[in-house]
């Protein structure tokens, strides 16, 4: 936001519940945003960027054996489709909503209360203290709405919300809201 000609950065604050408002004292003003706020653009170049390896004699005692990743944080960062999955869906259900995901082209995510419960991975919770994503489409199954998952998917194109509640949290920010029961409401989109 800009006030008064000045750059103010909003940052969140004790879990979502404050956001403060940071502005710079300085003629210079910068501000920063978390990886996924903004939609990933095309590269601008036309041809691609020459690259060169050198073959470097190793310089120290460490050697690297092996290198791999207990996670896909990638995949979610890039997905046009993300299903969001909130601590109102049973795990019994997740092999269904996983079969669902890969039939659609769609990534899954979490609320951070599924992932403190170890139900899915942190590499896949979105929001205040996860990742913030850009898909196309997100739907969200399971959620409440609260500003501390939301946040990290308010830059999505279409946002989707499925909830038997029809005074929760989630109508104030989703573009399309199903009041009712998320299974019968998602397999009908599916």
Not at 89 to 101: F, G, K
Request: glycine share 10%.
């Amino acid at each position: 936001a800009v006030h008064d000609d000045r750059l103010i950065a909003l940052k969140p604050a004790f879990g979502g519940q404050l956001v403060a408002e940071i502005g710079c004292s300085s003629p210079t003003q910068m501000a920063t945003l978390r990886p996924g706020v903004l939609a990933l653009r095309a590269p601008r170049a036309a041809e691609p960027i020459p690259v060169h390896s050198l073959d470097v004699a190793a310089q120290s005692r460490l050697r690297v054996e092996k290198r791999w990743r207990d996670d896909d944080a990638d995949e979610l960062a890039n997905a046009e489709f993300v299903i969001g999955v909130g601590q109102g869906v049973d795990t019994a259900d997740y092999p269904l909503l996983e079969r669902w995901a890969a039939e659609l082209g769609a990534v899954l995510c979490a609320t951070r209360k599924v992932t403190d419960q170890g139900w899915m991975p942190r590499a896949r919770q979105v929001g205040i203290t996860g990742h913030c994503i850009s898909p196309k489409l997100y739907i969200g199954i399971g959620t409440s709405g609260k500003f501390n998952h939301t946040v990290g998917v308010r830059r999505a194109g279409t946002n989707v919300g499925i909830n038997p509640d029809p005074d929760c949290p989630l109508w104030d920010w989703c573009d399309i809201g199903l009041v009712g029961d998320w299974k019968a409401a998602f397999e009908r989109l599916v």
